[in-house]
């Protein structure tokens, strides 16, 4: 273990977190609308932000592109924050010098198949990249992730699947929905091999995420990376919270931040004075992003869309 490397992991994890605290209030205000909150995710994104190369290609869900971003370096929490509030969508953005992601689309699981497409690219120009895509255990069962692992798998290509479990597509219940006990367990039958983690341990995360990076980079082919964690609040605005204030409270107990800080000051690697100055920094930059967000902001009217809008937008010309 790398005590510099650590709190390194530590601080992308104390800034995604306030930084997505900040985005979540501004829904909560209405300032902002249909954030899926990455609330309680924060060890995946930056646990494999820390593995990766910035020539890898990654591809974030839709819980953990700020995360990823500002993990992945090259990329500060103002620019991970103004990506979310000022419709910039700079995440997605080809600047130079910026970590290559690759962006989602809006149907679930969908996307995984483009970042099949570009770790062929990747070997066709012969680079030595990896490519990362995400997606939740409800996009797990979505007929395009079967294909895009099974060709990944028959080509032998450099990739990783994080499946970002939280035990929720929605509203179904991870325990209805698949047929298997454990996502990871359907690697063998991509004929990949896969690893289990805790998702709400950002070291532990970090460790396989880099074992499953090194894995397809040294050319073994694809793997699967199945992080197990809790999202904190509902699927997102709007949408109804299935379970009962004591099941959220059990949730938010096994809370990434607090469990790295005990980790790092148990280690005598951290003390309370820097996490304090650790907080305050990110705090600043989150608020001064902020701020600067909603001035540029393109304030779009409301749309409310009527049966014969969607009828027309969907089917006219
Ligand atoms: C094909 C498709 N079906 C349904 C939806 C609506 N939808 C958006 S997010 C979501 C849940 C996806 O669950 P999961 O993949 O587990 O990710 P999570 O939101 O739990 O992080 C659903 C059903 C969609 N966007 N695309």
Not at 83 to 99: E, M, V, W
Not at 236 to 251: H, K, N
């Amino acid at each position: 273990m790398s005590a510099p490397r650590d709190l390194d992991i530590y601080r992308a994890l104390v800034g995604s977190r306030i930084a997505e605290q900040a985005i979540v209030d501004l829904n909560d205000k209405g300032v902002l609308h249909d954030h899926h909150s990455g609330l309680g995710h924060e060890a995946i994104g930056v646990g494999v932000g820390f593995a990766v190369r910035p020539d890898d290609a990654v591809q974030a869900s839709h819980r953990s592109g700020m995360m990823l971003a500002h993990a992945r370096g090259g990329f500060p929490l103002r620019d991970a924050v103004l990506s979310d509030i000022a419709n910039a969508y700079l995440q997605f953005a080809p600047i130079p010098g910026r970590p290559r992601v690759i962006p989602i689309v809006g149907l679930i699981g969908s996307w995984v198949p483009m970042s099949v497409g570009f770790a062929m690219a990747d070997r066709l120009r012969g680079k030595d990249t990896v490519t990362v895509s995400f997606f939740g255990d409800g996009g797990a069962n979505e007929g395009a992730v079967h294909e895009a692992m099974n060709l990944a798998g028959a080509r032998r290509l450099p990739m990783v699947f994080v499946i970002e479990n939280n035990g929720f597509g929605l509203s179904m219940p991870a325990s209805e929905a698949p047929g298997a006990d454990a996502l990871v367990d359907r690697a063998a039958g991509y004929g990949m091999p896969g690893i289990v983690v805790d998702g709400n341990d950002a070291l532990a995360v970090h460790e396989a995420a880099q074992r499953a990076v090194d894995h397809a980079r040294r050319g073994d082919g694809p793997i699967v990376l199945e992080a197990r964690v809790t999202r904190w609040g509902a699927h997102a605005d709007g949408v109804p919270e299935l379970r009962t204030a004591s099941e959220l409270a059990q949730a938010r107990e096994r809370d990434c931040v607090r469990i790295l800080h005990e980790d790092l000051i148990r280690r005598g690697v951290l003390d309370e004075v820097q996490t304090g100055a650790f907080a305050d920094e990110c705090r600043r930059e989150v608020e001064a992003a902020v701020e600067e967000g909603l001035a540029a902001r393109i304030h779009l009217p409301p749309t409310v869309l009527t049966e014969a809008d969607a009828w027309n937008l969907t089917y006219a010309g």
